[in-house]
């Protein structure tokens, strides 16, 4: 891989503009105060403010600056699990819930880029999910089955021999389509919606740590790097990047690194071949590929290539893996340039799905969707803002208990990582 070049950066925020934000200065008090300012927070505080509240979104760094500026650009119907372990897990009422909820999130992002007209490049342009196994193609036979039958969803089961029409690779066994499915720009996205919450009245301030929160009288103080702040309500919506700042929620997420390539623009022809529908890719594996074309037609490839929140080489070491896992699925790519790499950090929850809802403390969340945030998390931030608003907001993620591990094994620091990482390489080794 020719490295010499390579830029340690996310290449989505080096072609995004800077949100417009108007210049605030600091209030002593809002109704509510909103920590962390990537897709969850930034849909809630648009919500509130266009429901009249004075609400202000705290960022320790820019807006987007986490996740949301770093993702694969998905908007993906359904969840980080398959339909039928969801059922198994939650039943088939629930499991229905929380499904018609991930179909109305990407039809939430498509509105909301519509309204506010963001310009983030977000068409249906569908996802593929790819059988790395002959045993996967049948499971997801059995998947595009029962999501017709019990939920009414159709999808195309796409079997090997006519892979080719989707994509240029021999490595798949077949694969689901749902056209259901968006793409779009995370960091235009992220940069659109800032504006779009600036617009609607949210007091937005970069740069604007919490350090802590205190409950006072039946409100909260909030000590930030810029001064303290009263509110009436607290949201955290701080998803992979939750601290010890909430410890309660803390020890019910775990942090998970992922990192992504983007390659030099590729000719067009060889892109055409690669996506000629321009869709979302991923794979059945559980240290999973996940790739798809940008406007420009880089090679945007992603993976779990660390299991681990980013140490200082890790994005360099992960780059070269990323190549290298590329050039095996399309070979025709093994002597293109890699010119950026860049890692950021996602929140798994221990029964896989996000949850949103109120602490024992009283402070509101909207977190944990896995690889599956850029709708959910959007909607379910915006969701949160309703319901902080007073309204009532029907969403199955709201009632669904939030687990922690059992027996208090776990508190916020996630050291059963290398052997959950070893476990799950192992069965993607045995599969
Ligand atoms: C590499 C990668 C690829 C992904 N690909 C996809 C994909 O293709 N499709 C998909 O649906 N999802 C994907 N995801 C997941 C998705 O990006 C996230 O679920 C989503 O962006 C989370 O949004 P958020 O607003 O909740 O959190 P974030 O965007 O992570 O924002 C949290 C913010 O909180 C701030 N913060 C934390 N603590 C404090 C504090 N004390 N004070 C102030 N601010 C604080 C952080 O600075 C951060 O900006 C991916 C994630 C990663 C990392």
Redesign the pocket.
Known sequence: MTVATLREQSYWSATAPAPQITERTWPQRVDVAI???????LAAARELARRGAHVAV????TF?????S???????TGLKESMSATIRRFGTETARALFRTSLEAVAYVERLVHEEEIDCEFARCGHLELAWKPSHFEALQREAELLERVFGHHVHVIPRSALHTETATDYYHGALLDEASGGLHPAKYASGLATAADRAGAWLFER???NAIERTNGAFALQTTRGTLCANAVLI?????T?S?TPEIQRRVIPIG???IATDPLPAELAQAISPKRRMMYDTKHFLF?YRLSSDNRMIF?GRAAFFPEGPDTVRKSAAILHKSMSQVYPQLAHARVEYAW????AFTFDLIPHAGQTRDGLYYA?G?G?????L?SYLGACMGCHIAGEKVDNPFFTLPFPTAPLGLYDGRPWFLPLVGAYYRLRDWLA
């Open positions: 920590v962390g300012g990537g897709y969850t927070g705290l960022e320790a760094y987007g600056w986490g996740a949301s770093r993702n694969g650009g998905m908007a993906l604007c740590r919490v919506a701080t998803n992979g990047y601290s700042l992922s990192y992504i996940y992603g890692g950021g950090t996602l977190l969707c690889g599956h945030g850029v709708a998390l």
